[in-house]
């Protein structure tokens, strides 16, 4: 038989063998487990992985199988993936995506609603007019947010990698600040006429960009324009009898439908 191996996955321990670690040589656990990674124990020897110890028992039994074995009613796909990712276990991320293109075929009707909101906001900074000269200015912004609630979790996610935040340099998903799968809130600012770049970082404001446009999103006009492309891509359609149509035009609701 092949050995037995305890790891310590976030807390939870897990018994199998060293065979089911390796089975995808390629892999960061079959890299961790064939002797070309440095491994950690935890105070009674086992091997100690930082990560989400309930969520590994999907990524052991695909281990063991070779096969996605999930209730019907999972919701915790969007962890299981970025799980899946971590351990670099290819054939199980290739699963995850069938299996999301499976559900996403099963989903029937589904809504779509975001209300809006903008306000101006003074910012104050300082410019470096010369060495060791330095003046403080300050500049209106606009500070927009939207919550977004949508009864399909699937398309919520898909909405949440299009759309990104640049923040201290880096563009990031939206997708990776959700913790409800059908509900997140969206605030980010339009870019502001002479504040330095370094003060985007130090006062944490946010800006947002859309992908694969590579557009950036300075008013909600252009939000309501690429959020219609996105959802109606995706079956959705403006329903006709909600909002008002005033506050449609002004931006500040948005509801879709979608009947399948």
């Excluded at 799980?83 to 589904?110: C, G, I, R, W």
């Excluded at 990698?161 to 990031?172: A, H, I, P, Q, V």
């Excluded at 403006?238 to 948005?254: A, R, Y």
Aim: hydrophobic share 35%.
């Amino acid at each position: 038989m092949s050995e037995l191996v305890t790891l310590n996955v976030g807390g939870k321990l897990y018994t199998t063998s060293l065979a089911t670690l390796t089975r995808y040589p390629d892999s960061m656990l079959g890299a961790m487990f064939s002797s070309t990674m440095p491994t950690k124990k935890d105070s009674h020897g086992n091997c100690f992985i930082d990560r989400d110890g309930k969520i590994f028992r999907h990524v052991l039994n695909f281990l063991r199988t070779s096969n996605l074995d999930l209730p019907d009613d999972y919701k915790e796909m969007k962890l299981l993936k970025r799980e899946a990712d971590f351990y670099q276990v290819q054939p199980l991320l290739e699963a995850l995506n069938e299996k999301e293109a499976e559900m996403s075929t099963h989903e029937n009707n589904a809504m779509l609603n975001i209300t809006m909101d903008q306000k101006m906001q003074t910012v104050h900074f300082t410019v470096r007019e010369a060495p060791q000269i330095y003046s403080l200015s300050s500049s209106n912004m606009d500070v927009f947010t939207a919550n977004i609630f949508c009864t399909s979790g699937l398309f919520l996610n898909k909405l949440g990698t299009k759309l990104c935040y640049f923040f201290n340099g880096n563009l990031s998903t939206v997708c990776s600040e959700l913790e409800d799968q059908n509900h997140v809130v969206l605030q980010w600012v339009a870019t502001v006429d002479g504040l330095p770049e370094e003060e985007y970082t130090r006062q944490a404001l946010k800006r947002l960009w859309v992908l694969p446009a590579n557009k950036q999103i300075n008013s909600f006009r252009v939000f309501v324009e690429e959020i219609l492309k996105i959802a109606m891509s995706d079956g959705f359609c403006v329903d006709s009898t909600h909002p008002d149509s005033s506050d449609f035009m002004n931006n500040k609701i948005i509801r879709l439908t979608r009947y399948r």
